[in-house]
């Protein structure tokens, strides 16, 4: 006689948001910036309002500001996400800087390699986000049926950005240094 296991649609819903709750959790913790241990990470509802992801982006970033609007022709929420931390700022400021120097060029290339870092297409539900610098600091756009996304993903790629993001301004700040230090030793030695 066969056995059979049956789950309700709503056991695995809360199941799938509870582990992405835990994943989010344990990416925290190994960034080195854990989230309150107070948190609830079991999610009892079928739907994501209990997302610790939230709360992890407050944690990652100074400002946070969160606007969503339905389209009623795409039958979806688009949710827009704007962080900004101080080393964004730096990086905006640095923009700024290298505006009207020989090295703007390369400069947006890297950029737009640090942006494509912010790119997520969920591998197993309908969502994706995209990520680009704006004058206030970065924007992510989630698309698609974003209530099915696993912020895990999201966050993981977030991490990713910051970690590039620090080891580039290292770098484009050190060109600019000797840039500027290059030029003042030439306009003194010029005077």
Not at 89 to 115: C, K, P, Y
Not at 142 to 150: A, D, E, K, Q, R
Not at 176 to 188: A, C, L, P, Q, V
């Amino acid at each position: 006689m066969a056995k059979v296991c049956f789950y309700t649609v709503d056991f695995l819903e809360e199941a799938r948001y509870t582990a992405d709750n835990l994943l989010i959790a344990k990416m925290m913790s190994d960034y080195g910036k854990p989230l309150d241990p107070d948190l609830k990470f079991y999610v009892k509802n079928s739907n994501n309002d209990s997302s610790l992801f939230f709360d992890a982006l407050n944690i990652l970033f100074q400002f946070v500001k969160i606007d969503e609007e339905y389209d009623e022709k795409m039958h979806e929420t688009k949710t827009k996400i704007v962080l900004c931390n101080e080393e964004i700022n730096r990086w905006l400021h640095l923009t700024n800087q290298l505006q009207e120097t020989s090295m703007i060029d390369a400069f947006r290339m890297v950029q737009v390699g640090i942006e494509s870092t912010l790119f997520v297409s969920s591998d197993y539900f309908d969502g994706e986000v995209a990520g680009e610098f704006i004058d206030e600091g970065i924007i992510l756009k989630l698309g698609g049926s974003s209530g099915y996304v696993l912020f895990y993903e999201i966050l993981e790629s977030i991490i990713s950005f910051i970690n590039a993001l620090n080891k580039q301004l290292q770098i484009w700040e050190g060109y600019y240094y000797e840039y500027t230090k290059g030029n003042n030793r030439d306009t003194y030695h010029a005077s």
